[in-house]
C-alpha cells in the first residue's frame, strides 16, 4: 500500500478518506496512513482511536463497540489489545510542527524517514491551521492588524513547506480555507506567497541547504468550466487562477456547501497528467443524510429540565401577544401555531449513545455498521428560552419559505437584545444578519465550521419538533464521518473535530486522482 504522511492531522478526515480508498478487482485499500501529526491532545485521541480501528485486517473486535456503546473506556479497550494499541501511538503522534523548541525538526524528519521506511511512491497531506486566513478571524483581528499580521498561523505552512523540501514527496495535497485567497500580510496577498513556495520549496536548515531542491508543479482537482490557465502551454508550467483550486463539496456528492482550496502538487520529474475529480449533476439535500437520525430535544438551560417543561417553554411562543398577524407572515404564523400542537413531551435530549434498529437512507454502506446498535455522539445541547423561539420560529419559517430568515424577517419580540440585531445609523442593514440560521432540508447544508462548538444558531435542526442545533453526529453526517468514527473528547471539542475536518468522501475522490495519477508514472522502490 501507499504509505501517507498525514499534517495537522485533527481528527484524521483527509486520512480517512485515504486509507478508505479501494480500487481492483477484490477492492483492497490502496493508502496506509504511515504518520499522522497532530498537536491538539483531544483530536489526536480520536485520531489515535481511529488508527487503532484500522490496525485489525478483518474486522475489529467486539470490545471497540463496547467502547462506542459506553460498556467500557479507551483505556481499557487499549489494554486488552496493547499490540494494536502501541502501533496506533506510533501512527497518531502528539506533536507541534512548526515550533522547534516543541518538537526538534531532527525528530520530525526521524519519525517521517521511519514511517516511511524507504517507500518511492508515497503522499504528504494536510493544510495548516486556517483560523488566522478565515474571514470571521480575520474580523475580528481587525481592530489589532500589527497583532494580526504576526499571528504565527500565517507562517505554519512554512514547515509544511520545509517538510517538503527535505524529504521531496512524489505529490502532496495542501488544504486551506477559501479565505486564503483574499488574505494579505503587509498590504500583499498570501496565497502569491504561498503557491510561489509550493512550487519551489526551500529548507533554510544549514543541514540541507547544500541539497538539490526540488520543483513542483501546482494543479486543481477540478475544472468547473471557470478555471482557464492564466499561460498557455501543453501541460508543464501552466499557471492556474489561484480561485481555480476551491473545491465545492456539494458539486461532488456531498450533503455540505463546503467550498474550500485544495491543490495537487505533482514533483517535476513526474510526467504524467493528473486526472480530475468529477462534477456531480445533482447536489445531495442535507436531509438525506440525517433524516435517519434518533429524534430527540434540546435540553432547557437556566431552569430545570424536562421534557414537559421543553415543550410548554416552546409553546410560549404563541401566547406572545406581541406575535399578531401583523407582526409575523400569516402562513409561518399559522405553521408555529400547528407545530406547537404537535411537539412531543417523550423525546430525550439523546447521549453520547442511543440504542436503534434504523439504517441511513444514503450512502447505508459507508455510514451504517451494524454492529453499533446504535448512534454514538448524538445528544443535544441546552438553549435558553427565547433561543428555542427563534429556533423554533426559524424552522417553520423554512417549512414555508424554504430558506432560513434573516433577522430582518424574524418578529420584532424575537430579536436578539444586541446591537448585532439592529439597523446600523445608515439604514444599512444589521450585522451577521443571519445570526439564527436553519438547515434548509432539501438543500445541501451550509459549512460545518468549528463555530458550531460556540452557539449552534448557524445550524439549526430542520425539524420544528426538535427545536435544536445540530448534534455531533449530525454534524459528522453532514461532513461525511463513517457512523463508526467515534469522537472523543468533551462536546466542544467534538464539534470542532468534525468542523475543522475535511469531508472523508471527498478526500477519497482525491485519492483516487492520486492513484490513477501514480499507475501512469514510473517510481522505482527500494
Known sequence: MIPVIDLFAGPGGLGEGFSAFRSGKKKKNKFKIALSIEKDPVARQTLKLRSFFRQFSGAPPDDYYELLRGKITVEELYSRFSVEASKAEAEAWLAVL???????????????RKALGGAKKWV????????????????RMAGNREEFEKDHRHFLYKEYLRIIAVHRPPVFVMENVKGILSSKVKGRLIIDKILADLKSPCDTDAAHSNSEQPTYSLYPFVDYGDNQPTT??????REFNPSGYVIRAERHGIPQARHRLILLGVRSDLTAEPKLVPVSKKAVPM????RDLPQIRSKLSKKEDSAKAWVAAIREIVNLKSLSNDDIDVD???MLKKKSGELEDSLTAGGEFIPTVEKPDWRQSWFYDSRIGGVCNHSARGHITPDLWRYFFSAC???????SPVLSEFPERLLPNHKNAKSDEDGDGVSFADRFRVQVQKRPSTTVTAHIAKDG???????????????VREAARLQTFPDNYFFLGPRTSQYQQVGNAVPPLLARKLAKVIHQFFKRVQLEES
Do not use: M
Open 124 to 139: 504528504l497531506i494536510g493544510g495548516p491551521p486556517c483560523q488566522a486566513y478565515s474571514l470571521v478571524g480575520r474580523s
Open 457 to 471: 444558531h448557524y445550524f439549526i435542526h430542520p425539524d420544528p419538533l426538535q427545536c435544536r442545533s445540530l448534534t
Open 287 to 290: 436531509w438525506k443524510a440525517v
Open 232 to 237: 498557455p502551454s501543453l501541460f508543464k508550467g
Open 98 to 112: 512548526g515550533k522547534p523548541k516543541k518538537n526538534t525538526v531532527s525528530e520530525i524528519d526521524g519519525r517521517i
Open 397 to 403: 419559517f423554512a417549512k414555508i419559505r424554504k430558506k
Open 332 to 334: 409561518v404564523w399559522r
